[in-house]
């Protein structure tokens, strides 16, 4: 776990509650999404195939030229256009052993083009702008399904290794890996994040769109439906199910990503009453009698994550201290909701 690197304060001051009234909460308006935007229908799942290739044209950015694997590869590859060739006597700093990795949706037909990724696999420096070579990629059967190929982009951000990149629309299926639906009896819905009170709000909108239908909340992820008898037509029906209405219930969650700073917080975040005391900074969180004090910040009483940030922001600090008094704060129990940190 990062230790922080600077000075940081932090009192809770729950008696602030208990004295003054609780601040009256502005009513945000919340978004009407379609199910399918939520949800997937069982049995429409993703399948995920993986390859080794050979990225060429790395510009002294590649595998070590003793690398036993890069050697390997390289004679492979030029064996298969007819040159026979000892892999000691490759010595190349231009070229990478690559493992290229996708994940198939649940209709995947011949000639569709998909995005891939691509890590390095041995100790090469840089994959940016080097060409991946054609490269079958394998289900998990052994079979393959699609190949990829083409130029590699890195991350924009500089923190991001340039060892890890994609190919927007590189790889081509070359075989159909099509997840087949049901054409009779029941069909359930899945919630891509589990939460009772979206899947209540799913079901209560299957109920309004149909009436006849028997529709079931099994828990927080599964919402199952028997479909009336006068639709017949499995697939109009799936799609006017799909396309229903419902404002989905959001998580209370924060997540950082500490590799590239960036810091996505939802709008029902809030703090509890808090004082805070970083690098010479001093912040009042929900205090009333702070308010008429000039030699400190100040926020009303139950302030969001979202205001907090703007206002750390705005007395000049940095993201990576932003992102440690976002830390402090749920270490002291005064963040309502779930902190993730993922990344560096």
Not at 45 to 50: D, L, P, V
Not at 237 to 246: D, G, I, M, N, Q
Not at 277 to 296: H, M, W, Y
Not at 333 to 344: C, N, P, R
Request: charged share 20%; glycine share 10%.
């Amino acid at each position: 776990m990062k230790k922080l690197l600077f000075p940081l304060l932090i009192w809770t001051s729950l008696l602030w509650s208990q004295s003054s009234e609780i601040a009256v909460e502005t009513a945000v308006p919340q978004p009407t999404v379609r199910i399918k935007d939520l949800a997937r229908v069982e049995g429409l799942r993703g399948s995920q195939i993986t390859g080794i290739g050979l990225v060429t044209g790395l510009a002294g950015q590649g595998d070590s030229p003793n690398n036993a694997l890069l050697q390997y590869v390289i004679s492979s590859f030029v064996a298969k256009q007819g040159i026979t060739l000892d892999g000691n006597q490759i010595k190349s700093k231009n070229a990478a052993v690559v493992t290229v990795t996708c994940t198939l949706p649940g209709l995947s037909r011949l000639g569709d083009r998909v995005d891939v990724e691509v890590s390095s696999l041995g100790d090469a420096k840089s994959l940016e702008g080097g060409i991946l070579l054609q490269t079958p990629l394998l289900g998990l059967d052994g079979m393959t399904y699609a190949t990829a190929q083409g130029r590699i982009s890195t991350s924009l951000v500089k923190t991001n290794p340039k060892t890890q990149g994609f190919i927007s629309g590189g790889l081509v299926m070359e075989r159909e890996l099509v997840s087949p639906i049901p054409d009779t009896g029941a069909v359930s819905f899945l919630l891509n994040h589990p939460d009772f009170a979206t899947a209540d709000g799913v079901g209560k909108s299957l109920r309004g769109n149909f009436p006849t239908a028997t529709i079931t909340v099994v828990d927080a992820g599964r919402i199952t439906m028997i479909p009336p008898a006068e639709e017949t037509d499995r697939v109009s029906f799936l799609a006017k199910a799909e396309t229903s209405l419902v404002v989905p219930d959001f998580s209370a969650r924060v997540v950082i990503n500490r590799g590239s700073g960036v810091v996505v917080m939802g709008n029902q975040v809030r703090i509890a009453p808090v004082a805070l005391s970083v690098r010479g900074a001093k912040i009042s969180l929900g205090n009333p009698q702070d308010k008429k004090n000039t030699e400190q910040a100040f926020l009303d009483q139950f302030a969001t994550v979202e205001e907090l940030v703007t206002l750390l922001q705005r007395i000049g600090l940095k993201t990576d201290t932003i992102i440690d008094v976002i830390h402090a704060l749920d270490k002291a129990g005064a963040l309502f909701g779930t902190l993730e940190i993922i990344g560096g």
